[in-house]
């Protein structure tokens, strides 16, 4: 079946430290891996598509098909990328659980 | 450049009710996604439109079932509602071909309880 993990549910760093959400997902065909961003207060919104191969605020994320992993990194995280993560496959448009990032002062 | 919009914000419904939610797509967006999203978790897939066809459906019963119009406006319609379909409801629209997803742009949702 088609997956999409994300086995953190909340990840808590100090700014300035480097940040890695996880993601692995399960799926026989090429995938799509998208990472989506939700901010306190505001809708869910595109923050990378793998395809793209591009850098948004900072964050970055390569697809690594040996370990069906498409990880987000950041090498220094600031206050304001405190938000939920989601990351999500094309195939039936599936869904993490999302991982809370939490940057501490 | 207008984004997605949906309608009403809030609702609450009665078990065995029916209900239709709205969503208007961005302007030059060709397909409309819903979602459920319960308290704590991910947003479940429903079912996509594409061109005015169902272009997959999630593992959702038949009582939820879409509609998508010639402007790519799109309709959720859950029937006989039960308690568990208390949720919130996300409309995603995207510009994209058949197997080729460019990302979704998202509504704020509607936040459905059913009594």
């Known amino acids: 079946a088609q997956r999409v993990t994300q086995p953190e549910k909340l990840l808590s760093v100090f700014k300035g430290a480097p940040v890695e959400l996880k993601c692995n997902y399960s799926y026989s065909g090429s995938p799509e891996l998208f990472w989506y961003v939700q901010y306190s207060r505001q809708r869910l919104q595109l923050l990378l598509r793998h395809i793209s191969r591009e850098s948004i605020k900072g964050f970055t994320a390569d697809l690594n098909k040996g370990e069906t992993s498409f990880h987000l990194k950041k090498p220094f995280a600031q206050e304001e990328d405190s938000a939920m993560y989601y990351c999500?496959?094309?195939?039936?448009?599936?869904f993490g659980t999302g991982t809370r990032l939490k940057v501490l002062a | 450049e207008t984004g997605v919009t949906q309608s009403p914000t809030h609702l609450i419904k009665t078990r065995g009710q029916q209900v239709t939610l709205r969503c208007s797509s961005q302007s030059g967006h060709n397909t409309v996604s819903w979602y459920q999203q319960a308290l704590g978790q991910g947003p479940q897939f429903i079912f996509q439109?594409?061109?005015?066809?169902?272009?997959g459906r999630g593992n959702f019963p038949p009582r939820f079932s879409g509609l998508q119009f010639p402007n790519y406006s799109s309709e959720l319609n859950v029937n006989a509602l039960e308690l568990d379909d208390s949720a919130l409801y996300l409309c995603a629209s995207s510009k994209a071909n058949r197997g080729n997803n460019y990302g979704y742009t998202f509504g704020s949702g509607t936040r459905l309880t059913v009594v």
């Open positions: 439109y594409y061109r005015e066809e169902e272009n």
């Open positions: 999500s496959g094309t195939y039936k448009y599936i």
